[in-house]
């Protein structure tokens, strides 16, 4: 039964054209799920190896929502970023409904540096309006102001 649930989503995946896909990973043994953790867990050490002077940076890391509503906050937390032409590194537990994410700004860059506050304001905002939390999972639920 549960192959065939596994076989239906992954034909869902591979026919839905209603959003824009990278692709996706199919992990089945010990072995292959291993690979993509890892993946995940060496993903903060790519991003702190990008060059150049825009830096992904932590102050959105830790959002946390209900994981029934992860999709929508994904989607609105991307076209936030999006509508700003920044590139970001995006990971998290899908299980727990927690996204990390780093936007890359160049501190040296005043205009690159407020978007920090406009950023957090709006991000604050989207993880409320789904009933979540800005620091989830590191800092308990709470972060400065924002508290």
Do not use: C
Not at 28 to 34: A, D, F, K, T, Y
Not at 39 to 58: A, D, F, I, W
Not at 64 to 79: G, K, Q
Not at 97 to 116: F, N, S, T, Y
């Amino acid at each position: 039964a549960l192959a065939e649930q596994v076989e239906a989503f992954t034909r869902h995946l591979n026919q839905d054209a209603t959003v824009t896909r990278l692709g996706y990973t199919l992990a089945e043994g010990r072995e292959q799920i291993s690979a993509v953790y890892g993946m995940r867990k060496r993903s903060v050490g790519l991003l702190g190896n990008v060059q150049g002077e825009k830096r992904p940076l932590p102050f959105v890391e830790d959002t946390a929502v209900p994981p029934e509503h992860l999709a929508d906050f994904i989607s609105e937390f991307r076209t936030a970023l999006d509508a700003r032409g920044l590139a970001y590194g995006m990971f998290g537990h899908v299980d727990a409904g927690v996204l990390h994410v780093r936007p890359a700004l160049d501190m040296k860059d005043p205009a690159q540096e407020a978007l920090i506050r406009d950023i957090s304001d709006e991000v604050a905002a989207l993880t409320q309006k789904y009933g979540g939390l800005l620091w989830g999972e590191h800092g308990k639920g709470v972060r400065s102001e924002y508290a």
